[in-house]
């Protein structure tokens, strides 16, 4: 069975940096997306950053110019780099693969999250 391994979480100050990874283990045929999202007390998760198979990827808005997410298809790992971090991104950040199926179709996995937080 596939599971997703994060690590990279912490506590720093505003202004920091924090890498974190995402790696599966198991079998798998194909990612199609690797993504984050966070959730914060209170609040829905939100997408943080994509990364399609094409080799494109998309952010939001809050994190634009400050986070940077990349990929390692040969390890089947996931990166998001974190630099200027404000309080304001203080979460539980959760890695994404969209796995496809040999026999067609998709299927959403999920890591187990990772507490980040930014103290001001």
């Known amino acids: 069975q596939v599971q997703l391994v994060e690590s990279g979480g912490g506590l720093v100050q505003a202004g920091g940096s924090l890498r974190l990874s995402c790696a599966a283990s198991?079998?798998?045929?194909?990612?199609?997306?690797m993504g984050w999202y966070r959730q914060a007390p209170g609040k829905q998760r939100e997408l943080v950053a994509a990364?399609?198979?094409?080799?494109?990827?998309s952010y939001a808005d809050s994190v634009k110019g400050r986070f940077t997410i990349s990929r390692d298809n040969a390890k089947n790992t996931v990166y998001l780099q974190m630099n200027s971090l404000k309080p304001e991104d203080t979460a539980v950040y959760y890695c994404?693969?969209?796995?496809?199926?040999?026999?067609?179709?998709?299927?959403?996995?999920w890591g187990q999250g990772t507490q980040v937080t930014v103290s001001s």
């Open positions: 198991g079998s798998i045929f194909s990612i199609n997306a």
């Open positions: 990364h399609l198979g094409g080799g494109s990827a």
């Open positions: 994404n693969f969209r796995l496809l199926s040999p026999f067609g179709g998709a299927s959403d996995l």
